[in-house]
C-alpha cells in the first residue's frame, strides 16, 4: 500500500506562484507514475502533470505547459508541483495520485492511490 499526502494549497493572485508537494509513504518502491490531478464542482477531475517515478519523464496537460513545473524525487519520495502564472482558470481541489502500472496513463481512473487534495485558489 501507498499513502499520499498533498500540502501547499492556497490563496494567490492572479499571475502569482504556488508550489505543491506530494508525500509519498508505504510502499513508494512500488510505483511508476505520479500525477497531479485537479477538480472543480460539477466538473470530472482533469490530469495536470505528471512524472516518471525513475527516469525523470515528464507529462503536462497543454493548458499548463511553460507555467507548471512537476518534479519528482524518488529519494525523498515527494512529487512537486512548482505552479507559475497562475490564473483564475487554475482554480481547483488538487489531487495528487500514484500508479504502479508500468505504463503511463492519463485517465484517472487509472490510478491507485490518491491523496485527500489540497485546495488551490487563484483570485483576480
Known amino acids: 500500500q501507498v499513502q499520499l499526502a498533498e500540502s501547499g494549497g492556497g490563496l494567490v493572485q492572479t499571475g502569482g506562484s504556488l508550489k505543491l508537494t506530494c508525500l509519498a509513504s508505504?510502499?513508494?518502491?512500488?510505483?511508476?507514475?505520479i500525477t497531479w490531478f485537479r477538480q472543480v464542482p460539477g466538473k470530472e477531475r482533469e490530469f495536470v502533470a505528471a512524472g516518471r517515478w525513475v527516469g525523470g519523464r515528464t507529462y503536462y496537460a497543454d493548458s499548463v505547459k511553460d507555467r507548471f513545473t512537476i518534479f519528482v524525487d524518488n529519494g525523498l519520495n515527494t512529487a512537486t508541483l512548482q505552479m507559475n502564472n497562475l490564473k483564475s482558470e487554475d482554480t481547483a481541489l488538487y489531487y495528487c495520485?500514484?500508479?504502479?502500472?508500468?505504463?503511463?496513463?492519463?485517465?484517472?481512473?487509472?490510478?491507485?492511490?490518491w491523496g485527500q487534495g489540497t485546495q488551490v485558489t487563484v483570485s483576480s
Open positions: 495520485a500514484a500508479s504502479g502500472r508500468l505504463d503511463f496513463q492519463y485517465g484517472p481512473d487509472e490510478y491507485e492511490y
Open positions: 508505504g510502499r513508494a518502491y512500488s510505483l511508476y507514475t
